[in-house]
Nanobody
């Protein structure tokens, strides 16, 4: 299995930027499609962004499209989420997740498709 550890969360003003990183260890990182989810207080965990095993395909939730970018570094076994033009409604705990796959160009956006999860990192956007 793979272990995931997120970092990079914090407090930022609206309009600012943050970069979240997720370090993977354990089984070969290149066997997993990756994703980011978030959960705000009192709400369900929701999909944010996904990237395929080969990094060539990405997919975003409508609410973050054009502001967030997901990318992965196979050499470093990391997946990152660059978040720009942050809004107060982006405030949540952000989770990195890994989905086992043999399809190199497929991404996943449903929670049940992911087998491994990090512990989460808090992002707070002040107005």
């Amino acid at each position: 299995q793979v272990q995931l550890v997120e970092s990079g969360g914090g407090l930022v003003q609206a309009g600012g930027s943050l970069r979240l990183s997720c370090a993977a260890s354990g089984r070969t990182f290149s066997r997993y499609a990756m994703g980011w989810f978030r959960q705000a207080p009192g709400k369900e965990r929701e999909f944010v962004a996904a990237i395929s095993l080969n990094g060539g395909s990405t997919y975003y939730a409508e609410s973050v499209r054009g502001r967030f970018t997901i990318f992965r570094d196979g050499a470093e076994n990391t997946v990152s989420l660059q978040m720009n033009s942050l809004k107060p409604e982006d405030t949540a705990v952000y989770y990195c997740a890994a989905a086992t796959t043999y399809y190199t160009s497929t991404y996943y956006h449903r929670r049940h498709e992911y087998s491994y999860w990090g512990q989460g990192t808090q992002v707070t956007v002040s107005s």
